[in-house]
Structure formats: C-alpha cells, structure tokens
C-alpha cells in the first residue's frame, strides 16, 4: 500500500504518436511514454518514508525510544504514543546521525538524484521562523530569523495553524525549486527566543545531541 502511493501514473492527455510534452521534437511513445519520472515532492516523500524505516527497523529503534520518552515527559501521555512523532522522527534522522547511517549503508541502492537530495539534506540545520505572511488553506511566508532568508510554503496544513508574526522552529528541507517542512514544527514563544537560538547553535553539526 505505501509503495502504490508512489507509482509514476503516465499522462492520459498525450497520444502515443503525439509530440512529447516535454518539447523534445520526438513522440511520445519515443520520448517519455514509460518512463515517467515522480514529481519532486512525491520523489522526496518517498526517500523520507525510506529513511524513516530505516530508523523504524534498524538498529536505532532504541535512541528513538529514549527520544519519545523525553517527548512524553514535556507533552505527557504514554512514551509509545510519540514514537511517530514528526519532531522525535527529525532529530533522531538529523541529530542523532540516522540519516547519515543510511546514506553510508543503503545510498548505493538509491537512483543517484536521492543520493544527491539526501547529501544536501544532510546540510540543513534547524532554525526559528517568523511567519510574515499566510493565505489561508493555501501558503505561508517564513523568514530565518537568522539569515534573513524568505521561504514561500505551499503548504495548506500549516497555513491553517500559523498566524502572521508567529515564531517557530523547524528544519526547512529543498525539494526541487522549493523547500518544504517534514519534521514537524515547534512554536517557539517570543521570551524563548534568544533561548532557542543560543541552544540551537550549540547543538548543530559535530555537538548534535539529540537527547
């Protein structure tokens, strides 16, 4: 069932004998017909449900127990119920090296565009946000209250949750042209803030701790 979700589906608005519809001059049938390639979200969703079960089934099971747990002592509730949650999924993927593992262990299996995603995934650090813009169902504008970068989200679950002038931490991933949010997002309350970015830059890079 989780593999169907990612089957390239071939177009039905091109003839096989029609020009491509990428522009090569060629027909279809000559061109892409069977060789549809996923869309760079749906590309990058599926390369994170396969990291995810690498941390699921391999030898990590562990640390993300030890991180649903100190999940569960500042949100309450039963550490199993935090064993899916986004954040404890996120740092044990980034901060606590899963990622890396399975770039290490299982990147010769993967098409060389996901080895490449991943390498570049493996740079970005958590940062906290401003939102300056949302539409409502549709998008959201954020800002990296370190850099000053500008991100626009298409993102209709978050556009829902955030307001305008809200602050929140969170790891903003490249997917394609754009960047999107797999990791779940924290808010952040603005006398935390200066908090949240001495912690944060503290440990990143070789000084992650995930605990």
Not at 12 to 25: H, L
Not at 43 to 67: C, Q
Not at 70 to 98: C, K, M, N, T, Y
Request: glycine residues 10%.
């Amino acid at each position: 069932q989780e593999l169907e979700q990612f089957v390239p589906v071939e177009r039905n608005d091109v003839g096989r004998n029609d020009p491509c519809w990428c522009g090569s001059g060629r027909k279809y049938k000559r061109c892409h017909l069977g060789r549809v390639e996923l869309a760079p979200h749906d590309r990058a969703t599926w390369l994170y449900s396969k990291a995810v079960t690498f941390l699921n089934d391999g030898p990590h099971r562990e640390m993300r127990a030890e991180l649903a747990e100190i999940r569960s002592d500042h949100q309450g509730g039963d550490p199993e119920e935090f064993l899916g949650d986004r954040a404890v999924i996120d740092v044990a993927l980034f901060d606590g090296g899963v990622l890396h593992d399975f770039l290490g262990t299982r990147g010769v299996l993967l098409p060389d565009v996901e080895q490449l995603i991943l390498a570049q995934w493996l740079t970005v650090e958590r940062s906290v946000f401003e939102v300056e813009n949302v539409e409502r169902g549709r998008s959201v504008t954020l800002r990296d209250i370190r850099t000053g970068d500008r991100h626009d989200l298409a993102d209709k679950a978050l556009s829902r949750s955030v307001r305008k002038g809200d602050l929140a931490c969170t790891r903003l991933l490249p997917v394609g042209d754009t960047v999107e949010i797999f990791g779940g997002v924290e808010p952040v309350p603005l006398h935390l803030l200066d908090w949240s970015l001495q912690a944060l830059d503290g440990q990143t890079g070789v000084d992650a701790d995930p605990h």
